[in-house]
């Protein structure tokens, strides 16, 4: 069995790449793999320049040490002198806003406080590559904002890569350029970011979703998408005769956030921003 098979790719220095797929595509080991966490059974890779990966909750970090003993632990391990690590400190600190936990063992932390420490130094060390998983879900909405916002300013202001694996198609939208779709453990196709994430969307709403039963009235609600257009359809019983049925909903993306939202009986609707 294979976790991956027949991945032949080039990431150029300063881009952007989007790694997208289902649950169990291959889209972590993959991440695994470039970070040398994991070994490849076959096939080689070959990597420009040191490798800062935020893989998993509390990935490279010691929990007996302290918050600021895993700083330096980590600039060490990337081959980061003491004097280098420290001149980054107050910056990575500032950005974690963990600056009163700094000398607390890191297995003291929550799972968010451990990612934004996590993210913060992987950021701020410098490395010419940076691996980020989905583990910057665990994050709050702003940090999830500002991590973004910093990947953004590190790849296109200081040249860096950065290998992007998500579910929250905005996000990848906004930061990455290009994108590859994982599908099986094979990469089923590799382009324009834009592209490839109307390709995962397609695919993956394209089949009738239903819901059922909803509630004691609404028995039924299918969702379809297909060129950029959701319908919905929605199968109701009543006891009573209704010569005129109003149904509202909200429209959630994919991370839960309210999208857009209508109420017919009052004659509203509501895009959110």
């Known amino acids: 069995m294979w976790a991956l098979k027949d991945i032949d790719f080039k990431v150029e220095q ?30 080689t ?41 420290a001149a980054k400190l107050d910056e990575i600190v500032d950005f974690s806003g963990v600056e009163r936990y700094l000398d607390t063992p890191a297995k ?20 010419e590559i940076q691996v980020v998983d989905e583990v910057l879900a665990v994050g709050d909405a ?14 296109k202001g200081e040249g860096r890569t950065v290998l992007f694996v998500s579910h929250n ?26 592209d490839i994430v109307d390709l995962y969307l397609n695919e993956d709403l394209n089949t ?4 059922k039963p909803v509630n004691n009235v609404v028995r039924e609600i299918s969702a379809k998408y297909h060129n950029g257009i959701i319908t919905l359809l929605l199968t109701y019983e009543s006891d009573l005769s209704i010569r005129y049925p109003n149904f509202g909903f909200i429209v959630y993306s994919s991370n839960f956030e309210p999208v857009f939202g ?10 959110y921003n």
């Open 14 to 43: 300063g881009d952007v790449l989007g790694i997208i797929g289902k649950n169990g595509a291959g889209k972590s080991t993959w991440l695994k793999i470039l970070s040398k966490v994991t070994a490849p059974t076959t096939g």
């Open 45 to 85: 890779i070959r990597a420009a320049g040191r490798i800062a990966s935020l893989l998993e909750v509390g990935t490279g970090f010691h929990p007996e040490m302290t918050g600021c003993e895993n700083i330096f632990m980590n600039g060490a391990i990337m081959g980061m002198t003491k004097r280098e690590i």
């Open 108 to 127: 003291r932390y929550s799972s968010g406080m451990t990612v934004r420490l996590g993210f913060a130094i992987a950021a701020h060390l410098e490395p």
């Open 142 to 155: 702003e940090f999830q904002k500002k991590a973004i916002g910093k990947m953004q300013d590190v790849s």
């Open 169 to 194: 198609m905005a996000a990848v939208r906004r930061l990455c350029k290009t994108g590859v779709f994982l599908e099986n453990g094979m990469i089923k196709q590799a382009g324009s970011i834009d």
């Open 208 to 211: 009738l979703n239903v819901f």
């Open 262 to 271: 209508t109420n017919p009986l009052k004659k509203w609707s509501y895009r």
